[in-house]
Every structure is written in C-alpha cells, then in structure tokens.
C-alpha cells in the first residue's frame, strides 16, 4: 500500500508540472450586453443578452 501511495504522489506531482490549473472562469473576459435585431432564441425576433467575452451569452430578453 506504501508503495501504491509512493507512485501516486509521484504521478500527481508529474501532472501539475505538465499541466497547469486554471479556474474555468479565469478563461472569461468582462460581461457586457449583447443586442440583435434578429435571434434564433425570440424566434428570430430582436433580443438583448449578458455576455461574457470567451465565454458566450445568457439570459435572453426577447423584444
């Protein structure tokens, strides 16, 4: 078992060298609103909504 644990913690210290940890949020930039005159979510009617750059949009308005 001491051995298992020893390769495991060897294995785990090799991984955070190659790979670094990232929040999944860092990766987003500013919200801001977004506006069409057209989108498929209002049923390609106008629509406003919150964005964040890199990340997408949310919370549609319709109208």
Known sequence: ???????????????????PRVKAEAACGAYYVGCWSQCWQCNFGPCCALCRENCGCADYACG
């Open 1 to 19: 078992m001491k051995l298992y644990r020893a390769v495991e913690n060897i294995g785990t210290r090799l991984l955070g060298m190659f790979v």
